[in-house]
């Protein structure tokens, strides 16, 4: 195990109809001016909002909203929640919605109080100063409601980076399980395949004797395999999405990645689908992952087999251990096919003709040091590789 | 699952070498004179004292010190340790130690700030204010370092009583797994005791619908499993014991108790032997769980086998799961026993004449309810029944 530290201060709030708490959890944590951020109509239609602005009105808490926050979301809209709460003096940011709207709270958050470019955030500086951030879930998914992580996407040739910083951390995260039973299956399948990536990116390391964190990841695994098809059965399980929604904060605030090397190759190949083609994240990784996982499994087969025995109940075949993990990541393709998730880049939209682009740009276009992935050191070759394993 | 409220604040640092960020840690949260809290001579004679001490004075930290700790800390030292900070205006207090070190640490920071008596706090009075208290941890047991709570022993009747707040989680803690190297291997064994007592109190439940809890907390007792053996036949095996030290934080800042009724009585139980015997705390929970678990496993027979068949890997005998519940108590006493853990109530210096007031104490001494205990609601009868199946 590797040295670490570890720091996850958000007050989280569980359980039923907990988003009437919002004003107090507001007034707890300093806001006084709140802009509630949040994305399309459901929020709305749901009641969810009204229920929110009753609450901070209830608590003496003014605020200005700004809504329209897409999936994968935008630079644009950043920007105009910067002016927005420069404006009108917001001094806490609220964000009603999942992954895409808590990301957008925060690069606003922080881009409020930096006198440059929020985008610099996304291009490497880390975050160090940021409004407060409160959160209400409504999608079980990216894990940003425990994260120190954002996700943008820059308008200008679809860019998609992430940021990161203890400053991004919320300071409050409310989860109610029940503001998910709306969700399409198919928005719930592609949280349930998030929240499992999160979970192999920290799998997948070379670094020993991590037991402890291994043990833990495999727990929330089998959380997931257990609970997903409850609610594609039955959207209405509130039990199955309680489980599915603290296995995702947990999968993502860390407490089970410290102390190894992570690898997160698969998400920044996910990142150039989801730019291109405006693929749902979680479907896009449904697509990548079992690719990333045959092209590199030679480099670990006891790693991979261990997986597949622990967690998909495959039996260990000790004479050919390669057998038992294969049969993982074919178990791996059976459940996403299972709760509905696509299986191949033409199902997404992708075309073969775009994987030099795609590896080109996954390779270079952030960092710009032409490999992606610490597991397995990829090269452009490689991805364009795995992204023809995906066809 | 339960509504619930889940906040873990505290900043971790882990790994070799960290005693040496002290100063750092306690400059960044606030500290200015700091009461170094401590047990006994290990600390001085290994050197870690003077660690801990160059890097305060590194950092201009001024210092006083206390020392003396004893397992099943004292009032009395409490009450020195309050009187020493007030007159020598203390704001910060930092316990090198384990979790009797931690505990009067925390019980000295939050009588400091309060005018009564700090045993109130002991009887029932929650702790909403204390001095912030940072944990240099030497032993992997209590997880004490990363918990709300305290427990302490005043030496009229010896009582042995915890008291809880958020105002006692550290504001950080230093976990280095190479500190633990040099304990002695029953002291070990009575750490990895405790961490799996704290993992069994939180997995018996009544509450239904937990598998996320259920499967983490699954986790960390497998970790426990696997790692112990290694340190106790190789007390100089850092890795498991990193795997071990971060476990026992996580078995106990309650990431894994959330949303779910928890037990207790064995520790309740323990505490009256260890007050009266003054046996190590692991040691007298090694006696009482495995007894308290065959009185209580026809309460709840498919949570015992799916203990037994998940952790100890116990075939599931589906026509008798009984016999599978059973095997995994079997399981758990051979455990103990091979690492060196004593299995009746004689060997921790026990005498069938002092049940009836063991018994009487344990169901009446603290709350005066008569009753131990959520899995299973024991009485004073039933109290006494278990204490004699560990004679």
Redo the contacts between chains.
């Keep these: 195990?590797?040295?670490?530290?570890?720091?996850?201060?958000?007050?989280?709030?569980?359980?039923?109809d907990?988003e009437n708490s919002a004003g107090k959890y507001v007034k707890r944590f300093g806001g006084s001016k709140v802009l509630i951020h949040y994305g399309g109509g459901s929020v709305v239609r749901s009641g969810l909002l009204d229920r929110v602005k009753a609450s901070l009105t209830a608590n003496d808490i003014a605020f200005v909203e700004l809504g329209g926050v897409l999936p994968n979301p935008r630079s644009g809209l950043v920007y105009q929640g910067i002016e927005l709460c420069r404006k009108e003096n917001v001094d806490f940011v609220l964000a009603v919605g999942g992954g895409s709207t808590i990301d957008s709270a925060k690069a606003i958050a922080a881009g409020v109080v930096y006198e440059g470019d929020f985008w610099d955030f996304y291009m490497g500086k880390p975050v160090t100063k940021a409004l407060p951030v409160g959160t209400i879930l409504t999608i079980a998914a990216a894990g940003s409601e425990g994260s120190p992580d954002s996700v943008i996407t820059k308008e200008e040739g679809m860019l998609k980076r992430g940021a990161s910083g203890e400053a991004y951390r919320p300071v409050f995260s409310i989860l109610n399980?029940a503001l998910t039973q709306t969700l399409p299956a198919y928005q719930t399948a592609c949280g349930v395949t998030d929240i499992m990536a999160h979970l192999f990116e920290r799998y997948f390391t070379n670094t020993?004797?991590?037991?402890?964190?291994d043990?833990?990841i495999?727990?929330?695994l089998?959380?997931m395999i257990?609970?997903a098809p409850k609610v594609i059965e039955n959207p209405d399980d509130y039990?199955?999405r309680?489980?599915?929604m603290?296995?995702g904060m947990?999968a993502h605030n860390n407490?089970c990645g410290?102390?190894r090397e992570q690898d997160w190759s698969s998400h920044d190949m996910e990142h150039e689908l989801s730019a291109l083609y405006d693929c749902a994240h979680g479907a896009g990784l449904a697509v990548v992952f079992p690719a990333w996982m045959e092209y590199t499994m030679q480099h670990d087969v006891m790693r991979f087999a261990q997986l597949a025995n622990r967690v998909w109940g495959c039996a260990m075949d000790f004479q050919h251990p390669e057998r038992t993990a294969k049969a993982g990541i074919q178990a791996f393709r059976s459940f996403l096919k299972s709760i509905g998730m696509p299986q191949t880049l033409t199902e997404l939209g992708g075309k073969e003709e775009d994987i030099p682009y795609l590896a080109h740009t996954a390779a270079y276009g952030n960092e710009g040091n032409g490999c992606l992935g610490r597991f397995v050191e990829l090269k452009e070759e490689d991805i364009a590789n795995i992204y023809r394993l995906m066809l």
Tied chains: 1, 2.
Excluded: H
């Design positions: 195990m590797k040295n670490f530290t570890f720091f996850s201060p958000t007050y989280f709030v569980f359980g039923k907990e399980p020993q004797d991590v037991e402890v964190t043990r833990v495999e727990a929330l089998m959380t257990n609970e039990q199955a309680a489980n599915i603290w296995a947990l407490c410290v102390g």
